[in-house]
């Protein structure tokens, strides 16, 4: 029995050391996982250090999530993101959202009816319609637990449109919001306002001293151009339109998008008259986390050429984006540039996304003056403003002056350091506003 005694704990050691033996003098809750889970006061949920803890009835942790702001003052949740223009609720119910990847194919948004199509199916995205009220666009809001952009995306229909996520958003491709020629993107301000460019009037549209003036370019962050006038010998000068005004505010609440330059107008003789540019869109992106802009991210929301016709319309101003997130790091490309005034027959460019032999801008229509029809103006960037039309002066044919280029919109980011990170290829025109995210 001695020897029994004395071998006893030699062999307790070398078992324990062997795993075989479990000391069940304190016991470890088992939380149900991969592996032990610590203990907690049961039913309580609780924030600190930016940490949120939930535990379960049984005391162990259910869950934790790092906040991505931080912990709310009351220590039991995180801060949350509270979104531009009143999107809470819709932020909110994102989670029961898919975590879309869209890599194949191209992919369209249609703000009026809330559909989504994907490599050419249906994708399902819930969505709500947000009233902005006053005569402004409405927005419809498409809900995602993440969202992932990696291909050719369209916006379309009337409504201006925000993307709120519960995670994550890479935006990897090429998103289309913008006006194209006379046709306005979605949220793109479409009644008359102080921002729209003037329209011309063309004098004695069927007499022996017609004038053409060219139409005032649309503004938005700026004012527009003037349209170029029409002058000719022993008539009066047919003055040209005026620039649109400066809209809106740089935090983009409420969310609207560009105006339309002014158009020529002729009711006596239809062969004059020459419609603008339509009004680059307006865009909202909101997460609770992080918003990525690859070097291969653009999202374009420029203003569309005026037509060419037989006279110079006005350029349609650029559009409205937002991004909001404690975080956003765009290397890539965010351009809400105006587009370019018309010439006869020679339509103004849309808004660029990219530099050309050094320039940015939206050239306007080319003609030549010296023949007595002015060129259209240059859609307004963050490198220049938009140019006036030029004047036409004739002494026995016809003067046909340019129509004024559009403004650049509005470009405002929202982050917790009230600054975003701007990789070295990054394009950003116009300028962004930056500012703190508001939290809740």
């Known amino acids: 029995m001695g020897i029994l005694v004395r071998s006893l704990p030699f062999l307790l050691l070398f078992a324990t050391a062997c795993g075989s033996v479990r000391d069940t003098a304190a016991p470890v809750a088992d ?17 600190a250090s930016g940490q949120l803890t939930v535990c379960g009835a049984a005391g162990t942790v259910q869950s934790t999530e790092t906040c991505a702001i931080a912990c709310a003052s009351s220590g039991d949740t995180c801060q949350e993101l509270a979104p531009s223009n009143g999107l809470a609720a819709e932020l909110d119910g994102a989670s029961a959202g898919p975590d879309a990847v869209f890599s194949t194919g191209d992919t369209v948004f249609n703000s009026d009816t809330g559909d989504v199509t994907s490599n050419g199916g249906p994708f399902t995205v819930p969505s709500t319609l947000h009233s902005q009220g006053n005569g402004l666009p409405q927005i419809r809001v498409f809900q995602f637990k993440s969202l992932a952009i990696r291909t050719h995306t369209t916006i379309t229909g009337t409504n201006a449109i925000a993307l709120v996520s ?10 289309e919001i913008a006006g194209r020629g006379i046709t306005p993107a979605p949220g793109a301000i479409t ?24 139409a005032g370019g649309a503004g938005f962050g700026t004012t527009g151009g003037n349209g170029g006038s029409a002058i000719r010998s022993g008539a009066s000068l047919a003055p040209g339109g005026a620039r649109g005004s400066i809209a809106g505010v740089v935090t983009l609440e409420p969310l609207r998008g560009g105006c339309r330059g002014g158009n020529v107008l002729s009711p006596q003789d239809a062969f004059w008259a020459t419609s603008s540019g339509g009004g680059g869109g307006a865009l ?14 653009i999202i374009d929301a420029g203003g569309g050429g005026a037509d060419g016709g037989k006279s110079g319309a006005g350029g349609g101003a650029g559009g409205a984006l937002v991004l909001e997130a404690p975080q956003v790091s765009v290397d890539g490309t965010l351009a809400a540039n105006g587009g370019g005034g018309g010439c006869f027959n ?9 530099y050309r032999a050094g320039s940015l801008e939206a050239k306007g229509g080319s003609c030549n003056a010296a023949n007595g029809v002015g060129s259209g103006g240059n859609g307004g960037t963050k ?28 470009v405002h980011v929202n982050t917790l350091a009230g600054t975003f990170t701007k990789g070295s290829v990054s394009l950003v025109s116009p300028l962004a506003s930056e500012a703190m995210i508001h939290v809740r």
Not at 35 to 42: E, L, Q
Not at 346 to 354: F, R
């Open 346 to 354: 020679t339509n103004g460019e849309n808004g660029q996304v990219a």
């Open 166 to 175: 519960h995670g994550d958003v890479e935006i990897a491709a090429l998103i």
């Open 284 to 297: 909202q992106v909101s997460s609770r986390t992080h918003i990525t802009v690859t070097s291969a991210g």
């Open 191 to 214: 009644a008359t306002s102080a921002c729209q460019g003037g329209d011309s009037s063309v004098a004695d549209p069927t007499g022996s001293t017609t004038r053409v003036p060219g």
């Open 383 to 410: 490198d220049m403003a938009p140019t006036d039309g030029v004047n036409a002066s004739t002494t026995t044919v016809v003067p046909d002056g340019g129509g004024g280029g559009g403004a650049a919109g509005r």
């Open 31 to 47: 939380g149900g996982g991969d592996g032990p889970s610590a203990a907690c006061t049961p039913n309580t949920t609780v924030c």
